[in-house]
């Protein structure tokens, strides 16, 4: 099975948290996605404040100041069996 992520370059632009209890990532050719933080517990522990401390590394994955966990772009996406093909 082909993935669009290995065919496609898709790069992280920026994370915002506007919406209620969502992550949303946008991405450089304008496309967005929208996620639950119920997903991803570490994140929604941090404040609001924390969570604008982040960094994006490699186009594709984000590391967040106040948290040891390491998020890549397959996790927001529902792909985590694909970091292999990375």
């Known amino acids: 099975m082909t993935t669009i992520l290995k065919k ?50 490699d186009d594709r994955t984000i590391l967040f100041a106040y948290s040891d966990s390491i998020y890549h772009l397959e996790d927001f996406m529902g792909l985590e069996s694909k970091w292999s093909e990375r």
């Open 8 to 57: 496609n370059k898709i790069c992280i632009e920026k994370l915002s948290f506007d919406i209620a209890g969502k992550i949303s990532l946008k991405f450089v050719d304008g496309r967005i996605i929208i996620v639950p933080l119920k997903y991803f517990p570490e994140i929604q522990k941090l404040s609001v404040e924390k969570r604008k401390k982040y960094t994006i590394v």
